[in-house]
């Protein structure tokens, strides 16, 4: 029997791949259209022409929310309007569609498509990260946007929504952003490192449909929708890797671990002490371990270096699958850009341009067939 998916669709320029969806996959879903007022506007007249498109109640009789909602296998908004959001987020009822989900008791899947002004509101990014605690939120990616702009805010594409409905991809962990290492109760050592690059290939994995989890410096923004898990040290930081390892298909270890540790003195060590020495240890390095104790992993370790060098020594030495180089004399730390080139144990695999994290996130995940 053929799953029955209850397409929500609200008001975005982003309707005409929801069109596009319910064309493709039509042989293998049995669909109902539910869309919000708004949401016609955005659907070309033949599709409006050859399909049901419920969403007005004045049309229909009995109790069509109860109805729809007890049909559907699934519920799935493709897109999800920043209001349609904010709405679901805060239990309103005031159309069709929302009635509808009210009624439903599974979660469902939220597609947001929206400009990423929009998207970053942080009144949305509060209900999306609100309604990521029921609901599975699918995207939005990076890319192009409407009136020719680029931006995340994208909507997953038809394809991409596709793979995340047949669960096709596994679970991956990526790191992202500084370690702390404690000094004293006050002081810390730490590093430049923005999360950026971590950032903007979980955003990319996850609307490649992986199940991610974010494990991200205490300092740098979770991403809603993701299972996010924070992290101070890099201790900690090896912890949380080992407590989400289960089942994991790979590791981006975009994390800027600290070379050293240092052994912590309670309290705060005080000025008044006159010259102190404080003593660094070489820190061990996190993903060379993993990748020895779990094998079947693949790690994909990243080198902030001070020269474009191919460190095949540093890849041998780590025994790790991938090497991910970039030299930070030439994108400093915080960039919006980055280049990398990539080796294996023995080749250079790819070489990027000069361009936004975003889209050097696509060239590393497309390299490395993600
Ligand atoms: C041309 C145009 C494109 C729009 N695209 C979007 C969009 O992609 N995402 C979004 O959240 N709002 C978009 N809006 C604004 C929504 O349509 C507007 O907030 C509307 O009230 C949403 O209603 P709904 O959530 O009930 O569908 C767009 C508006 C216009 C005029």
Excluded at 60 to 67: F, K, N, V
Excluded at 307 to 325: A, G, H, Q, R
Aim: glycine share 6%; proline share 3%; with cysteine.
């Amino acid at each position: 029997m053929k799953k029955k998916i209850l397409l929500g669709l609200s008001g975005s320029v982003a309707c005409s791949k929801a069109e596009l969806f319910v064309k493709q996959n039509s042989e293998k879903y049995e669909f109902k259209l539910l869309s919000t007022y708004s949401g016609l506007n955005y659907l070309s007249e033949q599709f409006i022409k050859s399909n049901t498109i419920y969403s007005d109640w004045s049309e229909l009789t009995g109790s069509p929310h109860i109805e729809l909602a007890r049909w559907a296998d699934e519920i799935i908004i493709y897109p999800a309007s920043a209001n349609l959001i904010s709405k679901i987020s805060f239990g309103i009822a005031d159309d069709l569609l929302t009635s509808t989900l009210l009624m439903f008791s599974k979660p469902i899947y939220i597609c947001p498509a929206m400009h990423e002004e929009m998207y970053m509101n942080s009144q949305i990014q509060s209900n999306v990260l609100n309604l990521s605690k029921n609901h599975y939120i699918v995207g939005p990616r990076h890319g192009n946007l409407d009136i020719g702009d680029k931006g995340l805010g994208r909507l997953i594409e038809p394809d991409e929504l596709l793979r995340i409905l047949n669960k096709l991809n596994g679970k991956i962990i990526v790191t992202s952003g500084p370690t702390y290492e404690e000094i004293d109760d006050v002081k810390v050592i730490t590093n430049k490192s923005s999360g950026k690059q971590g950032r903007a290939l979980a955003v990319e994995l996850s609307a490649r449909g992986y199940e991610i989890v974010y494990i991200h410096a205490a300092s740098i923004d979770p991403i809603p929708g993701l299972n996010n898990v924070s992290f101070h040290s890099s201790n900690d930081l090896k912890n949380k890797i080992l407590e989400n390892i289960k089942s994991t298909e790979a590791i981006f270890m975009t994390a800027a671990v600290s070379d050293f540790t240092v052994n912590k003195s309670s309290g705060k060590i005080s000025r008044s002490n006159g010259n102190i020495s404080i003593e660094f240890e070489p820190n061990e390095d996190i993903i060379a371990t993993i990748k020895s104790s779990h094998p079947e992993i693949k790690c994909i370790a990243f080198s902030a270096q001070v020269n474009d060098e191919l460190s095949f020594n540093k890849i041998n030495s780590k025994k790790v699958d991938y090497l991910v180089i970039n030299n930070i004399l030439k994108n400093k730390f915080g960039s919006d850009t980055n280049k990398v080139s990539i080796i294996d144990q023995q080749h250079l695999i790819f070489e990027s341009e000069e361009l936004d994290k975003n889209e050097i996130s696509r060239d590393i995940l497309n390299t490395l067939e993600y």
